[in-house]
């Protein structure tokens, strides 16, 4: 493997800002590692080969001038439910599938202008409803530590782009876990910041009040970069927060002294079983060890999450799906009459796992059952996020687990239940809008499989959570001490 691609994200734009590499040769030996690799993984759904390859060649005449960017050269992969100008945009659907995108998302516009460079769109579940990858209609995406074994989802192209060396970034996006269980799969940092923090513009929406755009990384620096050149308000999404940011990148710490971190007693890690519990019991003393004040904390509300969840989120994906109709852009199947033609083309565009997300939140919607179901679940998240508020006046991170096993193998989830049960950890955070994260806890399993501890702050507290997550991440090294399958 060429050494150019293991270089973290912070390394290559040093280096590449410094004259010592050029972004040119960065591109080039990630695009070899992908022709070598990508075959056996899957992470991409389109190579942008070209379009890499001019941008490196704009980076380092930028740099020439004397620029310095911050992601100079930095390879990324980009979740295919994000707009990119001029590229096949699919959100991992038939009914997008040979979609080009006419404008580019924020996100994604802010990383190609600090340096970045897109190597591919990458896999996803199905407009991001899933938990393995699986629901992806355009492709098979594998977790890099065992091809037998999903990556996670939604972002299992991102994430697993990152963990094999095909990307220094991947840019995922998070509704209920999507970029945090994805990362304990694949053994990186999974980050979602506070929702509003990053703008959603570009991003195809799934459930528009919880989606939001993070990095996948194989260290807290590199989230901490990608994170600071993302983060700030943008006029052209309606929930993008005009708040200033702290800059992450600065706050890195080595230790956790001073720090409270509380611990969910409601999320008792017993039930996962003896390795299990083991694990995430000695991630907690590992937190004590750095200097932190572990201590037990309350969510009442915790086991209601799933149920709020998939109330909410189904309900917002019927409203936004609705476009998706064979008028005005997509795949298009032709019928006797508009109301058949509506009807077959969705029939044949979305998968079983979106159709089902469909149906439950239009009967959530509909007449006699929306206050009984839609609006009790709009209270409930209120609910979620006084606990969370009355929780940390008792500490000042939570730890909790990012998912309940490691990676499984393809098809052992075959029904909705244990699929949406993967979340169960993740989802909370989600619905009080929370920064969270996962970064590489240890291993478990057998064979043994990477697993994330989740890390959660306050709302806008996205730099005191990264760098308690940076110490953590030095003291354990976690993310270093397993082979990959490729």
């Known amino acids: ?111 190609l202008d600090a340096g970045g460079i897109p190597i591919g769109k990458a896999n996803l579940d199905e407009f991001a409803m899933g938990s393995s990858c699986e629901n992806s ?47 304990a799969f694949c053994n990186v940092v999974g980050f979602k910041p506070t929702y509003g923090r ?32 993302m983060a700030g308000h943008d006029p052209s999404d309606s929930t993008s927060i005009n708040r200033a940011v702290e ?18 007693k409601e999320f008792a890690t017993a039930k996962l079983g003896p390795e299990i519990d083991a694990l995430y019991k000695r991630a907690y003393r590992e937190l004590a060890d750095l200097g932190a004040d572990v201590v037990d904390i309350s969510l009442p509300t915790a086991d209601y999450g799933l149920a709020t969840y998939y109330l909410i989120a189904p309900a917002e994906c019927s409203s936004n799906l609705a476009r998706f109709d064979g008028v005005r852009y ?65 500490c000042d991170l939570i730890a909790a687990p990012a998912a309940s096993s490691p990676a499984f193998e393809f098809n052992a989830k075959s029904d909705p239940y244990s699929m949406y049960m993967m979340d169960y950890y993740t989802i909370p955070m989600s619905l009080a809008g929370l920064p969270a994260l996962s970064v590489p806890c240890g291993y478990a399993g057998t064979p043994q499989l990477p697993m994330g501890l989740q890390l959660a702050a ?7 959570l990264l760098g308690a997550a940076h110490a953590y991440e030095r003291a354990t090294e976690y993310a270093s001490k397993a082979a990959l399958a490729v």
């Not at 098979?140 to 989802?153: A, F, I, M, Q």
């Not at 990053?198 to 990608?226: C, M």
Request: include cysteine; charged fraction near 25%.
């Open 137 to 183: 209609a355009l492709g098979v995406t594998r977790n890099p530590y065992d091809l037998s074994r999903v990556p996670g989802g939604s972002s299992g192209g991102p994430a697993a782009a990152v963990a094999s060396f095909q990307a220094a970034i991947g840019l995922g996006s998070d509704t209920g876990g999507s970029i945090r269980e994805p990362g």
């Open 198 to 229: 990053v703008s959603r513009y570009g991003l195809i929406a799934f459930a528009s009040s919880l989606d939001q755009i993070g990095p996948l990384t194989r260290t807290v620096e590199d989230a901490a970069l990608a994170y600071d050149v």
């Open 330 to 394: 997509g795949l298009r199947v032709e019928g006797d009459d508009v109301g058949q033609m509506y009807e077959r083309t969705r029939a044949a565009g979305f998968g079983p796992e979106v159709k089902r997300r469909i149906l439950i939140g239009t009967y959530a919607l509909s007449s006699g059952y929306y206050d009984a179901y839609y609006v009790k679940a709009q209270k409930a998240r209120t609910m979620f996020a006084q606990d969370f508020r009355r929780a940390f006046e008792h």
């Open 1 to 111: 493997m060429n050494e150019l691609v293991t270089r973290s994200a912070a390394q290559i734009a040093r280096d590449v800002n410094g004259k010592r590499v050029s972004a040119r040769e960065i591109t080039a030996a990630v695009l070899q590692r992908v022709d070598e690799t990508d075959d056996r993984l899957g992470c991409y759904l389109s190579r942008l080969n070209e379009l890499a390859l001019d941008c490196a060649q704009r980076a380092d005449r930028r740099i020439a001038a004397g620029e310095t960017l911050p992601l100079a050269g930095v390879p990324i992969a980009i979740k295919d439910n994000m707009c990119l100008r001029g590229t096949r945009t699919t959100a991992g659907s038939k009914i997008l599938e040979n979609w080009i995108a006419p404008y580019t998302a924020t996100a994604v516009q802010l990383i």
């Open 458 to 464: 306050p709302l806008f507290e996205e730099a005191k």
């Open 247 to 264: 800059p992450a990148a600065n706050a890195l710490r080595e230790d956790l002294k001073g720090l409270r971190i509380g611990v969910v």
